[in-house]
């Protein structure tokens, strides 16, 4: 059988890899494979080779087995979109509708697999490859497998090695599944193994409801197929994850607690019999012991992994054990996997150079330590939205373990099995109904079922229904569109149990905790480290606005939360105040805009005993409640329809019991934007079939994407929001039903801006850090259609913060209850300053992006100051005493850290001068928010700062400049930058928000060099070898 390959090459990669592909074949050094050659091409010799024509019948090879052809495109995009020169009139031939001399479908004999070869720096990353795929199917082709998109920023191995491995199998599996003889086409029960979870539900449901209405009894799977789909792991699915910000644990537990629900359901047989979902880091207590028992033959143990990557390349702190064994040398002998099979999601952020870094290292290590690879590593990406990536993944994942799991790849020429094998006949599909027996009870009756029962008009009085048709928009007499099961997301939970605790079971708890606290050992002796589920419980020491805000209301706000005794009513008054003082307006309105941007810088207190150490460029992590406004509506709504008490006791996932209200206000989020999977769960709960209907479409992937992003996205609707919109999921949704609807409350992130060294100079010598943040106030779209539109939204760590330090905002006088708030450090390893103190700096930091850059000033400030003290004291004890007495670094303000190496330093810098530094800085007006405008001249002025370059974007009169504008348009700074970097190996440090700018300026920088290294490849290739060694580091976030 001969395999076509064509390409689409602008630089040779995808010429090569397809050339490198055809030879395999060609030269047989690939085993057991179907292709007895292969053609390579270039795309637009399509129509000189005739191909479609020849593809417009079976293939005639004398094999009947097979009745498609097969085909390989790989093709790059070059420009921001472009096909290369070689592939442009084959994207212009499929971008038409095919011509009268072709059938309507003229790919309906071909199967396909395209790889998409791009770059994420540009905006439409793969294009070429991805309108091809698209095309393609829309012609009548069969795909294979999806579109494979490897992005060459970082690195296309990553993805174009696994998809060689597995391509020529998927494609040999497509042509040979239509084949096994003709006649009357014979509907099966089964299921194919490449649908999504739901959809197999659905697809069961339907023969189930067939066979029901015919009274036909599945008493058994008749095929042989079946026979091996009911084969079921000796062992669990195995789902771990490695996360800093929650992003990667949800991910993971909705994976296993929705495969937890479909075998729950009586018409679902899942191959794994159970799941095991669990940090990386537990995976030797929880897993690996069965990984390395050998199970039946021709099977295998399934393993998913989900992982983020931190700062520029760390990996999770839940994870990092994990990750350095796999790295181990002596790992590599055991062979830890090779029982396993495996499926890996990354998760990252292209703003960063290292993108999904720790992801790729699982994948890469887990296949050398013996793992079978059952899909390609998937790159999810923070920047552009997860859920792109992370939807279909976790559709597909489970089956497509399980087929390679249970050992059967080849079944009657069919695709290997699915995870599930045929269900029973039963009446209809389930809806979640969720019934609490008593306010005491901690048993839920779950009953399933699918109800699109609509009225022929509109009854339903909630307001988010009248919304909701207003923007499809319906007339009163239309009924709002019912959706297909297989096009909503999948349904899961957050949490595994909640049970309610009564006060016998509450006391023996107690006791229990009683013994376990008496043998905790202190944390000094321990080397305790605070995190994510142990923050340490910092006190607010000073706080000020940066921004020339009015401190006005701060003045009032303080009189409120001044009291000892401050209630949430005090801080929704507080918050009510701000609002009041600082009205917000869309458009033009100065006062307006500069009442949204507001800046404060806050003092944090640390623990004196060091066990909290931070250098400059490192992140602290917040954790803060929900806001009172949202506790309270949820603790009424619970009392009211469940008679649940705020003050009772319940234990969620078996953990330590808390009261109902702490619950509400700590471990659910309330406050952020709905997303669709929390939507479909919610629809479950509505007693109004309309109210079911409308949430349903909001989640649907196809008919409802427009409308999500108008309706929810767009005005920043959360939870509290649906429920006062769709007031009768009130009625039936339980807590225990919240609490598994909602994720956590993710920590927010904010760069340090102080230096330890600079702390300990100080007069008071006291052991804190300063961390600045912008006050997010906006107001969302008004929306003729949606009475509920144009609200204000403040963000839920910014406004709190803003409110209790409102004394301190307003310089006060007196002592007062100091606030408290929950903080643990975001170490990273990659935006650090340079050992070498004469390396030269470019700082490029517009708005809050400028803080880790006063850390880095200070902290600079601080060292010269320490090798000239260490200096002063040495000469002094030379000149005026001669007694033998050596200065003990301990007497200097200086840590050991930095008294390591001292006397080398020393010696360094009465020889060598210290890097210059030049800092650029953005933001709206230099006359509000020039952030650090006096400590920024104070720097230049004593010589820390060489330079310093500004830009402001919305100056009366003037035209708009960012910092990219002046990098590149001013003969200064161009002139400058290219002395720096190329004369001076200056290190370039970018920090800020990553909505464009980080982007924007690589791309100022690489426009600057290319004038002196004669091209644009040459600057490109230049600022790579930067990023390489160190040389151009980023802090960007999305």
């Known amino acids: 059988m001969n395999l076509t390959i064509l390409y689409g090459s602008a630089t040779g990669n995808a010429e090569h890899i397809a050339k490198d592909l055809g030879e395999s074949i060609n030269e047989k050094k690939i085993s057991s494979c179907a292709f007895t050659s292969a053609t390579v091409l270039e795309l637009d010799q399509f129509k000189r080779k005739k191909l479609f024509e020849s593809w417009s019948s079976p293939p005639e090879d004398g094999d009947s087995k097979y009745t498609k052809h097969a085909l390989v495109v790989v093709c790059s995009t070059t420009g921001n979109g472009d096909a290369p020169e070689n592939a442009g009139r084959f994207v212009r031939f499929v971008k038409r509708k095919p011509p009268t001399t072709l059938s309507d479908a003229p790919m309906e004999h071909v199967a396909y697999s395209v790889l998409a070869l791009g770059d994420t720096n540009y905006d439409k990353f793969c294009e070429s490859g991805q309108l091809i795929d698209k095309k393609l199917k829309e012609w009548g082709g069969t795909r294979a497998m ?22 020529l199998g998927k494609l040999e599996a497509t042509c040979a599944a239509s084949a096994g003889g003709g006649g009357e086409e014979k509907k099966d029960d089964t299921v194919d193994a490449t649908t999504t979870l ?12 067939e066979t029901a209405s015919t009274s036909v009894q599945l008493s058994s799977p008749a095929p042989a197929v079946t026979q091996e789909i009911a084969k079921e792991s000796t062992t669990s699915l195995y789902v771990l994850y490695g996360s800093a910000t929650g992003n990667a644990e949800h991910i993971a537990k909705d994976v296993a607690a929705t495969y937890e629900l479909y075998l729950k359901n009586p018409s679902f047989i899942g191959y794994f019999p159970s799941v095991v979902c669990c940090e990386l880091n537990d995976y030797k207590k929880k897993c690996l012991s069965q990984w390395e028992t050998e199970p039946p033959s021709n099977t295998k143990h399934g393993v998913i992994i989900v992982c983020s990557t931190t700062g520029n390349a760390d990996a999770p702190e839940n994870s990092d054990r994990f990750v350095r064994w796999l790295k181990r040398k002596t790992t590599d002998s055991t062979q830890p996997f090779k029982h396993c099979a495996y499926a890996v999601l990354a998760l990252g952020d292209t703003n960063y150079d290292v993108f999904c870094a720790t992801g790729k290292v699982i994948d890469k290590r887990l296949k050398e330590l013996g793992g079978t690879r059952c899909c390609p590593v998937a790159l999810a990406d923070e920047a552009t939205g997860l859920e792109e990536t992370v939807d279909p993944w976790t559709g597909s994942v489970i089956q497509k373990l399980a087929a390679e799991c249970n050992g059967s790849t080849r079944i009657q020429g069919s695709v290997a099995p699915p995870a599930v094998a045929a269900p029973v006949a039963v009446a209809a599909p389930p809806k979640t109904i969720v019934k609490e027996t008593s306010s005491s009870s901690s048993s839920e009756e779950k009953k399933m079922e699918f109800d699109e029962t609509v009225p022929a008009v509109s009854q339903s009085s909630s307001v988010g229904v009248a919304t909701i048709r207003n923007l499809l928009p319906l007339l009163p007499k239309d ?7 297989k096009s909503l997301p999948s349904m899961v939970s957050s949490l595994s149990s909640c049970e309610l605790v009564n006060d016998e079971e509450l006391q023996g708890r107690e006791r229990e905790n009683s013994v376990a606290d008496n043998m905790t050992v202190s944390s000094g002796s321990s080397g305790f480290h605070y995190t994510l589920n142990k923050p340490y419980e910092s006190t607010v020491l000073s706080a000020r606005y940066l921004t020339k805000t009015n401190v006005e209301c701060a003045k009032k706000a303080s009189e409120l939360v001044l009291d000892s005794s401050t209630s949430d009513e005090k801080v929704v008054e507080a918050k009510n105040l701000y609002n009041n003082h600082f009205p917000l307006a869309i458009g033009d309105d100065i006062e307006c805009n500069k009442n949204g941007k507001r800046v404060i810088e806050m003092t944090l207190s640390l623990p004196d005993d060091f066990t909290l150490e931070y250098q400059p460029g490192d992140s602290v992590g917040l954790i803060v409640p929900n806001t009172p406004e949202a506790t309270i509506f949820i603790l009424s709504m619970l009392e009211k329809n469940h008679g649940v008490l705020p003050s009772q006791k319940i234990s969620v996932d078996s953990n330590h019991p808390i009261t109902v209200e702490e619950a509400i206000r700590t471990t659910i989020d309330l406050c952020s934007p709905m997303k669709k999977k929390r939507l479909f769960m919610l629809s479950q709960f509505a007693a109004d079939p309309e109210e079911a ?26 939870v509290i929001d649906i429920l006062k919109e769709f007031p009768s999921c009130q009625q039936l949704i339980t807590l225990e039903g919240l609490l598994g609807c909602l994720p956590a409350i993710p920590p927010r992130y904010y760069s340090v801006c102080s230096s330890p060294l600079a702390d300990r100079q100080a007069e008071n010598g006291s052991y804190h850090l300063k961390v600045a943040f912008s006050v997010v106030d906006f107001l969302t779209p008004s929306v003729a259609e949606d009475l509920n539109s144009g609200k204000r939204v403040g963000g839920l760590a910014t406004r709190y913060l803003e409110c209790i330090c409102s004394p301190f905002l307003n310089n006060p006088s007196g002592s007062f209850k100091v606030p408290t708030v929950q903080i643990f450090p975001k170490p990273t390893h990659e935006f650090r300053l340079p050992t070498n103190m004469s390396t030269p700096l470019i700082l490029i930091g517009p708005g809050t992006g400028i803080a880790p850059f006063i850390g880095f000033l200070s902290h600079r400030q601080a060292q010269i100051s320490s090798l000239e003290s260490f200096e002063a004291a040495e000469t002094a004890s030379e000149g005026t005493w001669r007694g033998g007495y050596e200065l003990d670094p301990e007497e200097l303000h200086i840590s050991k850290g930095d008294s390591t190496g001292l006397n080398l330093a020393l010696d360094y810098v009465r020889k060598q001068k210290t890097g210059e530094i030049d800092l650029y800085f953005g933001c709206r007006y230099s006359d509000h928010d020039y952030l650090y405008e006096d400590e920024l001249e104070a720097f230049k002025s004593t010589g820390i700062l060489s330079n310093l370059y500004t830009a402001f974007s919305r100056e009366h009169g003037k035209e708009k400049m960012y910092v990219q504008n002046i990098m590149q348009d001013k003969p200064e700074c161009k002139q400058r930058l290219t002395e720096m970097i190329l004369n001076k190996d200056a290190s370039v440090y970018v920090c800020g928000d990553g909505n464009a700018m980080g982007k924007d300026v690589q791309e100022a920088i690489v426009n600057v060099l290319a004038d002196k290294l004669e091209s644009k490849q040459s600057a490109l290739a230049y600022l790579d070898q930067m990023k390489t060694s160190g040389r151009f580091v980023l802090d960007i976030w999305s």
């Open 198 to 209: 739901p959809e197999q539900l659905d697809q069961k449901l339907v023969v189930a409801e």
């Open 693 to 718: 209907l409308a949430l349903r479409l909001l989640s649907s992937n196809e008919k409802g994407n427009d409308l999500f992003q108008r309706y929810v996205e767009d005005q920043n609707r959360t």
């Open 479 to 485: 009924a709002i569109p019912a959706v297909d099961n």
């Open 146 to 167: 999806p579109v494979a998109c490897a992005d060459e920023a970082t690195g296309l191995e990553a993805t174009v090695e696994p998809w060689v491995e597995e391509v």
